[in-house]
């Protein structure tokens, strides 16, 4: 299984920058989809995640950051806006299926610059 994440990169306080994950046909129409991220010496959090008519996002996040889903071409996505220094991490696409799997992608850095 394959999870293609992309958009990480180097940005000041305050900007903004998109992520993006694809999989494959299958994975993607069965699986709760989300993005995940782990700073420097913290555990894995989960930043957000989409199903087929909801999203969910963590407290920090939620009113900056900005799930979507495209069925019509297997991706998602992670709009990230007024980012904040402590949204430093590496940031993990996953799709799960409750009793089936827990897939991840390869991560993308996202650097936020105080």
């Known amino acids: 299984v394959q999870l293609q994440a992309s958009g990480g990169g180097l940005v000041q306080a305050g900007g903004s920058l998109r992520l993006s994950c694809s999989a494959s046909?299958?994975?993607?129409?069965?699986?709760?989809m989300g993005w995940y991220r782990q700073a420097p010496g913290k555990q894995r959090e989960l930043v957000a995640n989409i199903g087929t008519g909801s999203t969910n996002y963590a407290d920090s996040v939620k009113g900056r950051f900005t799930i979507a889903r495209d069925n019509a071409k297997n991706t998602i996505s992670l709009q990230m806006n007024s980012l904040k220094a402590e949204d430093t991490a590496v940031y993990y696409c996953n799709a799960f299926r409750y009793r089936d799997y827990d897939y991840w992608g390869q991560g993308t850095e996202v650097t936020v610059s105080s």
């Open positions: 046909e299958y994975i993607f129409r069965l699986s709760l």
